[in-house]
């Protein structure tokens, strides 16, 4: 099992920066991927980016495209997401996510494991 932990969410104003940390602890020598997903009140879980453990390749939501970006520190065990340039409509709780299989890296379905998520909130 893995186990995951979210940090950095936060209030900021519009056009500004956050950086969200989420540590994972347990058996994450077979993870193959992390990812974080978002959902604002009322809507679905929406993907905004993921990232391969073992090669590190990312993927991102078009609406993330340019602002944010996912990494990695394989020896920290810990994924972060860089956001910057943050609209208002980027507010939402942030859910990281790990998984042990390879699959669509868009689907909630296809992560095993969820943090508590953190709340970001930008006002305009």
């Known amino acids: 099992q893995v186990q995951l932990v979210e940090s950095g969410g936060g209030l900021v104003q519009a056009g500004g920066s956050l950086r969200l940390s989420c540590a994972a602890s347990?058996?994450?020598?077979?993870?193959?991927?992390m990812g974080w997903f978002r959902q604002a009140p009322g809507e679905e879980r929406d993907f905004v980016a993921a990232?391969?453990?073992?090669?590190?390749?990312?993927y991102y939501a078009d609406s993330v495209k340019g602002r944010f970006s996912i990494s990695r520190d394989n020896a920290k065990n810990t994924v972060y997401l860089q956001m910057n340039s943050l609209k208002p409509e980027d507010t939402a709780v942030y859910y990281c996510?790990?998984?042990?299989?390879?699959?669509?890296?868009?689907?909630?379905?296809?992560?095993?494991?969820w943090g508590q998520g953190t709340q970001v909130t930008v006002s305009s």
């Open positions: 990232i391969s453990w073992s090669g590190g390749g990312t």
């Open positions: 996510a790990a998984r042990y299989y390879s699959g669509r890296y868009t689907s909630t379905h296809e992560y095993d494991y």
């Open positions: 347990g058996r994450t020598f077979s993870m193959n991927a």
